[in-house]
Structures are given as structure tokens and as C-alpha cells.
């Protein structure tokens, strides 16, 4: 009997060799018989791979037929650059399906992700979101996935002209040889990597093909250079933009980093202070997608009661407003200004800015309450590895990193995500536990995408959300007041809500690029158990760099000349923002000091020289 399956599985392998030689057989005569039709199915690829692509993201063909003749240019383009690409797979590899299927494969994909992308959150895709594929589990809990007919139908349409193109294998000529095809196809490959990394040459490319170049310093400013360029010309002309904002060093930075900084430093002495005895606790809320849509006055009805918790909060101490660097994504940007006190703008405005930094220890906030004797702790209810968080962050002196797998107090969730009130529940639990003051910084993760959870539309959902999270945040204050240590609270959302593109709450309140400052503002509160007086608070809009500094200067913690630098800029320029306001001039201060603390020498003071032992606490903090 197993004789007999093995002769069995013999016939059958036998009869499947067969069967392969004759296909490829037939093959080959289809590669002699009909070199026409070889030739037509070569040269037509290109442009037919980039209307699939631009029709998978446009969804309706009266789109994309509009789109091509408003801007023939930019899909001559887009035409050329996806040829110089699959004839460089072509001279390489001679296969025409096979050449076919890989460059298919890597821009429907990409077209794809720019479907499900912005269907998400408003925003494109682009060549810095690559950046977290690591993190695709995680990407795919956030995105709103719908596999739709239509786009079925379009993926069902190339892979029936990739299996046309196998049977009839259009291939390039034997007499060119390996050497010649492997240099002929990278040199293919290779312009349009040479148009992403190199802008001075790709500037006067894009400029005539008519492709939009202008400056985009907002989400809305690029949603319209979208909607002129299409989807591939915009994904290789922000790539090239990318590499164009290159960071610059301060004049003589290199020379002398001291004498350059130092001319930027304020005059005004470090600060003393009186904080030795009775060091506040120092608790900073930065919470996920939680932003106040009363600024909208059509959202009134719809809206209700949502914030009323939130109010009362607020009536508990000191409510102002804030510039943040992002809306809708990227949540590192507000976390990085928070943390380093430093604003984004100085450093480009990376999408990530954590991905800028240098692997050594940094100059954060935290650093500096640990160099005057704190405990620092981190809080982020979520993976460990998103964004780099654990492998970054243990730079920034924090002697306690929690993720969502490290918290020791229950652990309850409110839609996908941790409860905030678990996140509450694990500060306390910590300012509790420690001998010493405490800094603790957490970033929440509640009220993130995607909004599906509840029993309204999304909107409806992320209000629900929100009014859970206010109320969470007046009972903590409220528990707070009876904590029998000083504790100061700084709350505050990292960004408004990703809701949707094209048929999203942003679309139907009519935002565009003339008027989308108001979704960079966010409400900030400031409250503490001990008597501060609020009326010190400036009353002003600042950037939300400058917080840390605030809260400092409020609870008359010791300072350097960096901290007394970046207060006296406060007065100066309280608002440093790209995205709030796309037309602001540079500020050679700011931009050099930042560029000190994240890149250069650290020749400005910081919390570094105490915890590396240059200076001392108590040199620090006396005259």
C-alpha cells in the first residue's frame, strides 16, 4: 500500500512536469507568434498600472478621467516614472509578467494604504509613514479597513492583465547581456530614487510637468497639493520635499558651539528658589485625540452635555490655550515638545521627531526634575515598541517606563483601548508608592481611532468617549485634593480627532487651509492641591513647548539659563508654530537652541551637567 502512494505521488509529479513544460512550451511560441501583441502589452503596463492606482484611490473613473484632463502633465509624469522603474525590473530579470507582477504588487499596495490611510484620518500617505511598518499590527487596529467591490473589481483588473501577460510572456532580447541589462536597469531604477534624494535636480522635473510644489507647512495645504498632483506624483514630490528640508547648524556652530549658543542665552541670573523643602509632585495628562468642539458653534446640539465634567475640571484651577504642533496623527510631535520644552518647527517638523534624536542621554523635562531630586515614571497604555517609545525613551531619564503590559493596578478598557481611569488609578498608585516627589508623564491612549465602538456614527462615538474621559479627569482632581502631598496637574489633548476624509466632520464644517488654525489649538488645564495662585499663569496662547517652563516657573522650581532663556522667548514669541501659522518667520534663538539640545554639543546649561555631575544641584539652584 505505501508502495502503491508513492507510485501514485510519482504519476501525479510526473504529470505535473509535463503539464508545466507544455504551458511553458506554449509560452514560448506565444513570445514568437504574436510579437505585437507582446509589444503592446510592454508598453501599455505603465500607463495602465498608474490609472489602476490613481483609480484606486479616486474610487469613481469620472474622477480620474476629470483628474488626467486637468493635469495631463502630471500623468505624463507619473507615466514615465512608473516606466523608468518596471523597464529597469524588465532589462534585469527579462520576464514581462514577472516584471509585471513585482512593480504591481509595490504600488497597488501603496495605493491601497493610501485609500485605507486617508479614509482613516484625513491625511496621505507618505514616504516618512514607511517608517512604521515595524508596526503593522498596530496600524491595522487604527485604520478603517473596508474591502469594497469596487476595489476588489480594480485589483481582480491588474491581476487579469498580469496572468494575460504570463500566457502570452512578452520578454527583452537574449543578445543583450547580463552586465549591460544589470547596469541598463539600475541606471532605470535609479531616477526616480535620484528625484526623491537629490530636490535641486527634481524641482525643475516637477516644474515642468506641471506638478504642484509649493510650500505645505499644514495637513490641509497638503490635502490640496494632493488633489492637484494625484496620488504618485504626490508621494515622490513630498518624498523629495522631505529630503530638500534639510536641518541646518547654526553659523560657527561648529567652530565654537559655546560662543554661538551663549550669545543666545539670557542675561537674567539662574533662578533660586525655595523649593528644597516640601518638592510638589509634577503630573503631566497628555490625552489621546481629546480636543474641545465648542469651538464649533454649528456643533452646539449635536454636541450636548459632552464637556460639562470637563468644565468642572477646569473651574478646579486654571483653564488656557495651547498651539500644538499636529492634528488628526502623529502624537510624538506634541510629545516631543513636552517633553524636551523645544518646539518642532526648530527641527523641520518631522512627522517623527523621535526618529531625529541622537542615541545618547537627552536633555528632557524629565531630566531636569530628576536632577532636582524627583522620581520620573513614564505612562503610555499601549504597545511598548509603537513608534520606538521603549527604545527611545530610555534616554530621557525616566526611572520607570509603564506600558500596557506593566501596570500594577487592574486593568480595565473603554472601547479598544486602556481605560484613562485605569491610567489615573496606576498615577496614583505611584505618588503613593514613592519615597521621593514624583515628574510622571503619560500619554493616554483612550480615545484613539478608530471611532467604530458605540451606538452612533463615529463623531457621536469619539463625543461618548470624550465625556468618559472628562469625567475621569474631574474625579482624579477631586481624589487629588485629598492627597495629603503637594501635586500640581498639567491636562491636555495631544491633538484633534483623525475623523475621516472625504465625508468626515472636518469636510462638513467646511475646513480648508484658509482657515484650519482653530484645529491646532487645544485647551490646556492647570490645577494644584496646595494653594498656588493661578493669576501667575500667563493668559496668553502659547505653544505647547513652553508648558514645562510654565509649570516650572508656577511652582518656583530652580533654573538655568536655559529655563530663564526660554521664559523670557515665552514674552517674545509665545507662539512658534508651522502648521498654526505657515508664514512665520524663523527664529534664529529658538532654532539655534534646539538645534544644541537635540543635535549639536549641549553647550547650553541643562539637567545633563547635574545628573553627569559637572555642576551640582545646589549650584544650580543658588546665585
Not at 85 to 90: P, V
Not at 335 to 355: A, H, Q, T, Y
Request: net charge negative; aromatic share 12%; proline share 5%.
Amino acid at each position: 500500500m505505501k508502495i502503491n502512494a508513492l507510485s501514485f505521488c510519482a504519476d501525479k509529479l510526473k504529470w505535473l512536469k509535463e503539464k508545466i513544460k507544455r504551458i511553458n512550451t506554449a509560452r514560448n511560441n506565444n513570445s514568437v507568434r504574436f510579437p505585437m501583441t507582446n509589444r503592446f502589452l510592454l508598453i501599455l503596463f505603465p500607463l495602465f498600472l498608474v490609472c489602476m492606482s490613481e483609480l484606486t484611490v479616486n474610487k469613481y473613473p469620472s474622477k480620474l478621467v476629470l483628474f488626467i484632463a486637468e493635469h495631463p502633465g502630471v500623468m505624463l509624469f507619473d507615466v514615465l516614472l512608473i516606466s523608468s522603474i518596471f523597464w529597469g525590473i524588465m532589462l534585469i530579470i527579462r520576464k514581462g509578467w514577472l516584471a509585471m507582477l513585482l512593480e504591481a504588487v509595490g504600488v497597488m499596495t501603496l495605493s491601497i494604504t493610501e485609500l485605507f490611510k486617508y479614509g482613516t484620518n484625513g491625511n496621505h500617505l507618505m514616504i516618512p509613514d514607511m517608517m512604521l511598518t515595524g508596526n503593522i499590527v498596530a496600524l491595522k487596529g487604527f485604520a478603517y479597513i473596508k474591502i469594497t467591490p469596487r476595489l476588489v473589481a480594480t485589483v481582480l483588473v491588474v491581476i487579469g492583465y498580469i496572468i494575460t501577460a504570463f500566457i502570452f510572456n512578452p520578454k527583452t532580447r537574449k543578445k543583450i547581456k547580463l552586465p549591460a541589462r544589470l547596469v541598463s536597469g539600475a541606471a532605470c531604477m535609479s531616477l526616480c530614487v535620484l528625484l526623491v534624494v537629490t530636490p535641486s535636480v527634481a524641482q525643475p522635473v516637477y516644474s515642468m510637468f506641471g506638478l504642484d510644489t509649493k510650500e505645505a507647512n499644514n495637513t490641509f495645504i497638503l490635502n490640496e497639493k494632493y488633489d492637484n498632483n494625484g496620488f504618485i506624483a504626490f508621494f515622490m514630490q513630498t518624498g523629495s520635499e522631505g529630503f530638500a528640508s534639510d536641518l541646518s547648524e547654526p553659523e560657527d556652530y561648529n567652530e565654537d558651539s559655546s560662543s554661538v549658543i551663549y550669545q543666545y542665552l539670557s542675561d537674567s541670573p539662574d533662578k533660586t528658589s525655595s523649593f528644597k523643602d516640601g518638592k510638589p509632585n509634577v503630573v503631566v495628562v497628555m490625552s489621546e485625540s481629546f480636543a474641545d468642539f465648542r469651538v464649533f458653534d454649528e456643533l452646539e446640539d449635536v454636541i450636548g452635555n459632552t464637556y460639562d465634567s470637563l468644565d468642572k475640571a477646569a473651574e478646579m484651577g486654571f483653564s488656557g490655550t495651547a498651539i500644538a504642533p499636529t492634528y488628526a496623527s502623529y502624537t510624538v510631535r506634541t510629545e516631543f515638545e513636552l517633553m524636551f520644552g523645544l518646539p518642532v518647527k526648530s527641527i523641520d517638523d518631522p512627522s517623527m521627531p523621535n526618529r531625529v534624536l541622537l542615541n545618547r542621554p537627552q536633555p528632557t523635562i524629565p531630566a531636569y526634575y530628576k536632577a532636582w531630586g524627583y522620581n520620573t515614571a513614564y505612562i503610555h497604555p499601549y504597545l511598548a515598541s509603537f513608534y520606538g517609545r521603549n527604545r527611545i525613551y530610555a534616554n530621557f531619564s525616566y526611572d520607570k517606563m509603564i506600558f500596557e503590559n506593566d501596570f500594577t493596578v487592574p486593568v480595565e478598557y473603554f472601547g479598544t483601548y486602556i481605560d484613562d481611569n485605569t491610567v489615573m488609578n496606576q498615577i496614583e498608585e505611584l505618588l503613593k508608592e514613592s519615597d521621593e516627589p514624583m515628574f510622571i508623564h503619560t500619554t493616554t491612549m483612550q480615545n484613539h481611532q478608530p471611532y467604530t465602538q458605540g451606538d452612533g456614527d463615529e463623531f457621536d462615538n469619539y463625543l461618548e468617549w470624550i465625556k468618559h474621559s472628562s469625567e475621569v479627569l474631574e474625579d482624579f482632581l477631586v481624589r487629588m485634593e485629598e492627597f495629603d502631598e503637594p501635586t500640581v496637574v498639567l491636562f491636555i489633548g495631544d491633538h484633534f480627532p483623525s475623523l475621516r476624509g472625504d465625508d468626515g466632520i472636518y469636510a462638513q464644517l467646511g475646513i480648508t487651509s484658509e482657515n484650519c488654525d482653530t484645529l491646532y489649538e487645544q485647551k490646556y488645564i492647570l490645577w494644584n492641591n496646595f494653594g498656588l495662585d493661578y493669576e501667575k499663569i500667563p493668559k496668553e496662547k502659547v505653544s505647547v513647548f513652553y508648558l514645562p517652563y510654565i509649570m516650572m516657573d508656577w511652582i518656583d522650581a530652580p533654573g538655568d539659563a536655559f529655563t530663564r532663556t526660554m521664559l523670557d522667548e515665552m514674552t517674545v514669541t509665545p507662539i512658534y508654530s508651522t502648521n498654526y501659522n505657515p508664514k512665520q518667520a524663523t527664529n534664529a534663538r529658538l532654532d539655534a537652541l534646539t538645534y544644541d539640545h537635540i543635535l549639536g554639543d549641549i553647550a547650553a546649561p541643562s539637567a545633563l551637567d547635574i545628573l553627569g555631575g559637572k555642576v551640582t544641584a545646589d549650584e544650580l539652584s543658588s546665585d
